[in-house]
């Protein structure tokens, strides 16, 4: 009899822990399946957003190119502007020495707006008697050229979208480290469910379910472009 009872008893215990393990191999597939749908939806996610921002960086690098193409231009105007003017005060200059007055009244009349306003600008500093006047009126602060301000601007415009395209480069660089440590959630995540130690498979989904964690939170953080 008391035999009959250790082999009901036996059959109790096995029963039990067949029991047991079914419902520890249903909770790590369901854990597992869980952390494989996510990591695999937000894997989808950060390949979008990397594409996304690859193209912003592009079209950035592009207005960066234009700015520059733009300011070139502005500058060598500015510079075919200035050579101009240096011959016309050389001109006016000369025609003074030789106390030809006509001639240089001829030629001061004709400055242009910003040549005129430096030259009288620059004959107020007194030239032929201060020693510590500019040599010339175009290292005047009042001798500006348009075309000068606008590569100025041109520059500035580029250096604004240079920096636009570093940061959607750094983004695009985020968005795919991401994806790494998703793909780490998913490897971790597909082991657990092929190994047979319950043990193993809590430490996996364990750290599995950490790292998709700090990366949803890293996420989170990151800029967002639809």
Not at 3 to 12: A, C, G, K, P, V
Not at 129 to 147: D, G, I, Q, T, W
Request: aromatic share 10%; charged share 20%; with cysteine.
């Amino acid at each position: 009899m008391g035999e009959q009872n250790n082999q009901n008893q036996d059959i109790l215990d096995r029963i039990l822990s067949a029991v047991e393990k079914d419902r520890s191999t249903r909770w790590v597939e369901m854990v597992s399946t869980l952390l494989l749908s996510l990591a695999a939806v937000v894997t989808s996610w950060c390949i979008y957003e990397a594409t996304q921002w690859s193209g912003e960086q592009y079209f950035r690098i592009e207005d960066v190119n234009l700015a520059d193409r733009q300011r070139m231009d502005m500058h060598m105007q500015a510079n075919q502007k200035r050579l101009l003017h240096v011959n016309m005060f050389m001109n006016f200059a000369e025609a003074y020495t030789e106390e030809n007055r006509q001639l240089a009244d001829f030629l001061r009349d004709r400055f242009p707006p910003e040549l005129k306003t430096a030259a009288i600008a620059w004959k107020a500093t007194d030239p032929l008697n201060n020693p510590s006047a500019p040599r010339s009126p175009f290292e005047m602060k009042e001798y500006v050229l348009p075309e000068d301000l606008q590569a100025k601007k041109y520059a500035e415009q580029a250096e604004v979208f240079h920096q636009a395209a570093s940061e959607a480069d750094g983004n695009a660089d985020n968005y795919v480290l991401m994806t790494i440590f998703l793909a780490v959630v998913l490897f971790l995540s597909g082991l657990a469910g092929v190994i047979d130690s319950y043990l193993q498979q809590k430490i996996l989904l364990s750290l599995a379910t950490g790292i998709f964690l700090v990366t949803i939170v890293s996420l989170l953080r990151l800029p967002v472009l639809l």
